[in-house]
C-alpha cells in the first residue's frame, strides 16, 4: 500500500451511491455518484456500506487500501491452497504472488 501511488478510479462515487442508501433512499434511479447512477446490486451496496461506515464515510482512504490488501491476500492464500489440492506444481502458485489484479 506505500509503495503503490492511490488512483481515483470510482472510490467517491461508491462512496457517493451507497451514502444515498444509508441515508434512507431505497430507489434505485435516484441513487447517483460522480461517475453515474448506482448499477451494482444491493450486495454491493452491503459490503460497501461497511466500508463507508469504517472509513469515516470514504475519507480515511488508506485504510481501505489496507482493507482491499488484505481481502487480496486471502485471495490469493485460497487460490494457492485450491492449486495446491489439485496438485499443480509449486511454481505455478508461486505465479499468483506476481499478480496485482
Request: neutral net charge; charged residues 15%; without cysteine.
Amino acid at each position: 500500500v506505500h509503495g503503490r501511488a492511490y488512483t481515483e478510479i470510482d472510490w467517491v462515487a461508491y462512496m457517493e451511491e451507497v451514502g444515498g442508501a444509508l441515508a434512507g433512499e431505497r430507489d434505485y434511479a435516484k441513487l447517483r455518484g460522480a461517475t453515474g447512477p448506482l448499477v451494482y446490486p444491493a450486495g454491493f451496496v452491503y459490503v460497501y456500506g461497511l466500508l463507508y461506515g469504517l472509513t469515516d464515510g470514504g475519507a480515511r482512504v488508506r485504510l481501505a487500501q489496507w482493507v482491499f490488501a488484505a481481502l487480496h491476500a486471502v485471495t490469493v492464500g485460497v487460490a494457492a491452497a485450491v492449486y495446491q489440492e489439485a496438485g499443480l506444481p509449486l511454481g505455478v502458485a508461486a505465479l499468483l504472488l506476481g499478480s496485482i489484479r
